[in-house]
């Protein structure tokens, strides 16, 4: 079955600098993934997604993610961080019909 | 409503009590899923229901849950003399099937408290 693992639970970073989520998957048959944000007390909400086509995907908020096979990763970025970026991140795969999410890391801003 | 609606939004209950947690999906979305978010930990399937299929069930942690869906629409996640592990969130998703690469729409969740 296919997996996720978001290395770091926890990730700190200064405002206006480099946000980077990683995110490694496994999967038989090739995947489709996803990353969230769920921000406190709320749901989670959809920040991109990778189908087929170009592996570099773009998203909401200035976040982008880049499939990469050989490497079996989809990490996510940012180039400058805000502090409305704090928040839990979650990395999912779906193959088989079947979406699994990763432990979540989650991403304090500092001033 | 445009998205996934859940309640009650929050929800404390005493110990050994039964409760019901209702989800409304999207409208269209044939697919409906509930997950469980204990604090500080990931999200854990608990079950899926598609169309008029058969629900998958593998998540559920014990006989006291269950769950139903009317219509092909509403849901309703009924957990059976709660126990104090119980207490999470507890999130409806939707999603137009269960297909790969089809995105999953979640819920704000209901807060559940067992005292």
Known sequence: AQSVTQLGSHVSVSEGALVLLRCNYSSSVPPYLFWYVQYPNQGLQLLLKYTTGATLVKGINGFEAEFKKSETSFHLTKPSAHMSDAAEYFCAVTAYNDMRFGAGTRLTVKP | ?115
């Open chain 2, 1 to 115: 409503g445009a998205g996934v609606s859940q309640s009650p939004s929050n929800k404390v209950t005493e110990k050994g009590k039964d409760v019901e947690l209702r989800c409304d999906p999207i409208s269209g979305h044939t697919a409906l899923y509930w997950y469980r978010q204990s604090l500080g930990q990931g999200l854990e399937f608990l079950i899926y229901f598609q169309g008029n299929s058969a629900p998958d069930k593998s998540g559920l942690p014990s006989d006291r849950f269950s769950a139903e869906r009317t219509g092909g629409s509403v849901s309703t996640l009924t957990i059976q003399r709660t126990q104090q592990e119980d207490s999470a969130v507890y999130l409806c998703a939707s999603s137009l099937s269960r297909r790969d690469g089809n995105t999953i729409y979640f819920g704000e969740g209901s807060w559940l408290t067992v005292v």
